[in-house]
């Protein structure tokens, strides 16, 4: 591939990165084998190559095109793992049944490892031998970010989120965009108080295209009485470092929640309407700091239904339009939040028509993993996007709710582009919107 | 010595050598990386997770009703090989008493089959293969991940299960020389067994554990 390609995907500086290629593979295949134990090698080592994760990924099932199979994806790496540190690693270097990973083989993979996977996992859901297909993904990326190969606008946006809490330049600091969406929306926003039990978060894409989704969430804890609190060196919740690849940065990203939460005494951190925030904080936090974290961390709908089962929330019940839900696989599918949507949604009254893949199953938005950021990803996007859109239109909804603002980002410009009838509205909202008064 | 004596005497016992030191090893190298502590508060119990894990190691083979329509071809010919060839490994005769003289047991309630079904089960299992092999080839993602591994793999099984119906069958060629190649041909699966895909047989289970157990903890879908 030739340098002016590298430099069009490479983020982490690679364009000024002086290292040779050698060095660039040996950083990747060093980040890469720092980040397994044995769970994961047995992962890589039992790999039959039956293809059948093929099926799962809604890329491969939009295109039909052999490189989008999840394994695939993890081919340098896995091929990296039998040639130099499997158990049988010299006879496969001295029979040259497992070539050896040139930087050009990592350049070819950066497409299938940024460009066409949301991390979505559910790959991991039909592999036979129970592999965890997206984690090997996962961990490619890893080895990416530190052979300067991770997609430039995940990581400049990682390394800007790491050094400044803000995964964006933006005009006004986002405790400003909060305080106007409390005056706008007209509900009492805590911001920075010194002590509070529940830290709360809100993700940048309702922070700016969404802000009635974070006043709705506001709205409801206050009408809890929750003693919560935004911080202002952490509103943020999500994680570029995570969807770039690069276990330092993320482990800064989330170390600025956690030192915040503990600074305050929280006793949860709630993650709002984001789907990577609530996987990274919920699951990869504390690995990555090698604690257990003093707070519990919880999605706001979670939240919410436990507000509801013990009675302190009550709902009127809503119209009785048919509705679709879109489970986001790294609240639910990944993160296991699976019957909190669906309590809320049933105190609701909701007229809910599953779509046919759903809860764990669902297809992924097709944004996530960071594509949403990646403008390139675009037409790949839109193909995936029409599956899950005709998947929704197949149960006669006429109101489609999420609980991820990522996911509302991709299905708004799908829906834009395929004119769908359906606009993708958050489930907090409907729950704000409808809080019986007592 | 002939070659006969020579397959199923000093080849096969550096055969099973290989195997045995070779799957305990590669078994180990990987189990040597350790295990990671985990930190994050848990969905749910270790109890149930390991419950979960136990059931992902079954119900796996079963797949999931939302992905059925599109991978039932690809898993009633892999599974229905695997059968078959268990079938006529562990039922058939000729392999029952091998085992046994093999282990230096005797079991006289190993069941068998007669040997027409095991024949019959036997060519149903080459046929089942031989649509796997095209499968692989003719199926543009399967042959893009395929590599010398499964191909050769492949080679081989046919090697014992053609060998083994051509002695049965009592084919032309000295019965002496075509047992031999049954023999051979299943040694060079012992051998080649620990450097290869044929290890799944070992990993299936932890592996499946694993994803149920991990996937468990968080309350994910397994």
């Not at chain 1, 890329?59 to 039909?64: C, G, L, R």
């Not at chain 2, 090989?81 to 003289?101: D, E, K, R, S």
Request: proline residues 4%; neutral net charge; contains cysteine.
């Amino acid at each position: 591939m030739s340098t002016t390609a590298t430099q069009a995907f490479a983020g982490a500086g690679a364009a000024e990165d002086n290292r040779t290629a050698e060095q660039r593979v040996e950083g990747a295949m060093s980040a890469f084998a720092k980040s397994f134990g044995a769970t994961v090698a047995w992962n890589m080592e039992s790999c039959i190559h039956c293809g059948m994760c093929a099926d799962a990924c809604h890329f491969y099932i939009a295109t039909e095109e052999a490189k989008y199979i999840p394994i695939w994806k993890a081919e340098m790496f896995k091929r990296a793992f039998r040639r130099e540190s499997g158990a049988f690693a010299p006879f496969f270097k001295i029979l040259g049944l497992k070539k050896k990973v040139t930087l050009d083989d990592l350049e070819e993979w950066q497409e299938l490892l940024f460009d066409s996977c949301n991390l979505c996992g559910r790959c991991s859901l039909i592999c036979p031998m129970g592999l965890e297909v997206a984690e090997l993904i996962e961990i490619g990326r890893r080895g990416m970010y530190e052979a300067g190969l991770a997609p430039k606008e995940l990581a400049e946006r990682a390394a800007l989120q790491a050094e400044t809490g803000v995964p964006e330049a933006v005009e006004k600091p986002y405790a400003e965009l909060l305080k106007e969406i409390g005056e706008k929306h007209g509900v009492d926003i805590a911001l920075d108080k010194a002590k509070a039990d529940i830290m709360v978060c809100a993700p940048r894409n309702d922070l700016n295209r969404n802000p009635s989704s974070v006043a709705a969430m506001v709205k409801v804890l206050n009408k809890l009485g929750a003693d919560y609190t935004f911080r202002s060196d952490a509103i943020v919740a999500e994680n570029y470092g995570y969807y770039a690849g690069s276990s330092g940065l993320q482990k800064t990203i989330a170390k600025r929640v956690v030192d915040q939460a503990k600074k305050i005494g929280a006793s949860l951190v709630l993650v709002p309407e984001c789907g990577h925030a609530y996987y990274s904080l919920r699951w990869q936090a504390a690995e990555l700091m090698g604690e257990t974290l003093p707070f519990k961390v919880r999605h706001v709908t979670e939240y919410l239904a436990e507000q509801v089962e013990a009675g302190k929330l009550k709902l009127n019940k809503v119209d009785g339009l048919p509705t679709a839900f879109h489970d986001p696989c790294q609240i639910v599918r990944k993160g296991g939040v699976t019957e909190a949507p669906r309590v809320l949604m049933s105190e609701l009254g909701v007229n809910l028509k599953e779509v046919f893949n759903h809860a764990g199953f669902s297809f992924c938005c097709a944004g996530g993993g960071g594509m949403n950021d990646i403008e390139r990803t675009r037409p790949l996007r839109l193909k995936a996007q029409e599956i899950k859109l005709r998947e929704v239109d197949d149960t006669g909804a006429k109101r489609f709710l999420t609980t991820c603002s990522d996911c509302r980002v991709a299905f708004d410009d799908a829906g834009e582009h395929f004119n769908w009838d359906k606009k993708t509205e958050s489930l907090v909202e409907l729950v704000a919107d409808n809080i019986k008064e007592s | 010595m002939s070659i006969l004596e020579f397959s199923r005497g000093p080849m096969l016992h550096f055969a099973l050598l290989v195997f045995v030191f070779g799957v305990i090893w590669r078994l180990l190298a990987v189990v040597m990386l350790g295990f990671r502590k985990k930190y994050s508060e848990d969905r749910h119990s270790n109890d149930k997770a390991l419950m979960v894990g136990t059931a992902t190691c079954g119900l796996r083979s079963w797949p999931h009703k939302e992905f059925i329509g599109r991978t039932a071809f690809g898993e009633v010919v892999g599974y229905g090989y695997h059968i078959g060839m268990f079938t006529v490994v562990l039922l058939g005769a000729p392999h029952v008493i091998f085992w046994q003289n093999l282990f230096g047991v005797s079991v006289p309630w190993w069941p068998t089959l007669p040997g027409a079904i095991i024949t019959a089960v036997s060519v149903l299992t080459v046929v089942l293969m031989l649509t796997a092999t095209v499968r692989r080839y003719m199926h543009k993602p399967l042959r893009q991940i395929s590599n010398f591994d499964d191909y050769f793999t492949l080679a081989i099984l046919y090697a014992i299960m053609i060998s083994g119906i051509w002695a049965v069958l009592g084919g032309p060629g000295r019965y002496e020389y075509i047992l031999a190649a049954h023999i051979i041909s299943f040694n060079l699966l012992l051998i080649w067994f620990p450097f290869g895909k044929l290890m799944h047989a070992f990993y299936i289970f932890p592996t499946r554990f694993v994803n149920g157990y991990l996937h468990a903890k968080k309350g994910a879908t397994t």
